[in-house]
């Protein structure tokens, strides 16, 4: 997920996570972001290839790429780190980070804003994700963040 630098972008979440889907895909189709795709997994297939087209081309343009801050709902969520470093921040505030490297587990529980992050812009990140349920629950969240996360040893 890119960093939300414009306007349009910050008032389209805000308006994901209030329910009003219909208005944010609105100004996603103005500014030209909106694709049509047979199927999802031909729509998360394109994503994939676009976003690692550029992020090839432009190694460097960033050195930490980040998720917003969101939560997942009900959903209770595991990842696992395959191989990257993946440092998470978390809290209310996003108050507290910690650092995961290949073999740890992040236990992200159900309602908790967090923000997920590589600390590379050349190594990748591989990680396999598993929900407690089967929907697709992502509610992305405007937070004012702690300037200076607390770091969290590992557990």
């Known amino acids: ?19 009003r889907t219909g208005a944010a895909l ?8 909106v694709q049509g795709h047979a199927t999802g997994e031909e729509a998360r297939t394109a994503l994939v290839a676009g976003w690692d ?19 997942h709902g009900p959903l209770d969520s595991v990842i696992f780190i395959i191989s990257g470093n993946a440092p998470m921040r978390w809290g209310d505030r996003l108050e507290f980070i910690a ?12 309602w908790l804003p967090h923000q997920e992050m590589n600390a590379s812009a050349t190594d990748e990140l591989y990680c396999a994700l598993v929900r407690s349920g089967t929907e697709e629950v992502v509610v992305n969240l405007d937070i004012d963040a702690a300037a200076e996360p607390e770091w969290i040893e590992g557990q």
């Open 26 to 33: 609105g100004r996603y189709e103005r500014a030209g972001m």
């Open 53 to 71: 087209a550029v992020r090839r081309e432009n190694p460097r343009q960033s050195l930490v790429i980040l998720t917003g801050a969101h939560h």
């Open 99 to 110: 650092k995961a490297g290949p073999g740890d587990f992040l236990l992200v529980p159900a």
């Open 1 to 19: 997920m890119r960093r939300q630098r414009e306007d349009w972008q910050r008032e389209a979440t805000r308006e994901l996570g209030t329910e």
